[in-house]
């Protein structure tokens, strides 16, 4: 049974920074993608970013040269860089490995999700 676990959710004002952490333990392929994913209130889930087994990553246009994406294999943990964040950031944000080397931004392929964590940006 994979298990994910985020943390670093929290609130901050418009133009502060936060950064996300997702704990990944069980057996899983060390080469899967793994992605971040955001759903505000009476929103869709959106893929945020996300980074394949060799480190090339991907990102929504929205959060480019905002956010980064990072990952310690070593470690087993995802990471999500969040800076000049804006009211529009707000959401409940989750990690999720997709089992695979590809990457996707279709949230429907991937395999194991966290429970979530929310971010809240106030201007």
């Known amino acids: 049974q994979v298990q994910l676990v985020e943390s670093g959710g929290g609130s901050v004002q418009a133009g502060g920074s936060l950064r996300l952490s997702c704990a990944i333990s069980g057996y899983f392929d060390g080469a899967s993608c793994m992605g971040w994913f955001r759903q505000a209130a009476g929103k869709q889930r959106e893929g945020v970013a996300d980074i394949d087994g060799e480190g090339k990553t991907t990102y929504v246009d929205s959060v480019k040269g905002r956010f980064t994406i990072s990952r310690d294999n070593a470690k087993n943990t995802l990471f999500l860089e969040m800076n000049s964040l804006k009211p529009e950031d707000s959401a409940v944000y989750y990690c999720?490995?997709?089992?695979?080397?590809?990457?996707?931004?279709?949230?429907?392929?991937?395999?194991?999700w966290g429970q979530g964590t929310q971010v809240t940006v106030s201007s």
């Open positions: 999720a490995v997709r089992g695979i080397y590809l990457c996707s931004r279709s949230w429907s392929v991937y395999a194991y």
